[in-house]
């Protein structure tokens, strides 16, 4: 696990949640892909901010006692924002 500051790791959600959000969108909904493009992400991303890219996620490592109280109100933020990024990006490029 990469040590990390609370930045990097919201840099991470956000990038991880916007990409997923395109790869969801781009694939149609197909299983395999979307699948894939998590995979990716979590290998990706993992080591710097645990990879969640999901809030209910976010709330679950919070309740395990794994992310605080502030980090996770953070994640939850930037991780709106990338599916946001991500829907508009998608919508721009296709």
């Known amino acids: 696990?990469?040590?990390?500051?609370?930045?990097?790791?919201?840099?991470?959600?956000?990038?991880?949640?916007?990409?997923?959000?395109?790869?969801?969108?781009?694939?149609?909904?197909?299983?395999?892909?979307?699948?894939?493009?998590?995979?990716?992400?979590?290998?990706?991303?993992?080591g710097i901010s645990g990879a969640a890219v999901n809030p209910a996620v976010s709330f679950g490592l919070w309740s395990s006692g794994s992310l605080s109280t502030n980090a996770l109100i953070w994640y939850i933020l930037v991780q709106i924002l990338g599916g946001v990024a991500g829907a508009y990006v998608y919508k721009v490029v296709a």
């Open 1 to 46: 696990m990469i040590v990390a500051g609370l930045p990097m790791k919201l840099t991470a959600e956000f990038l991880g949640t916007l990409f997923l959000m395109i790869s969801i969108l781009a694939s149609g909904g197909n299983a395999i892909i979307i699948g894939l493009a998590l995979a990716l992400i979590v290998f990706l991303t993992g």
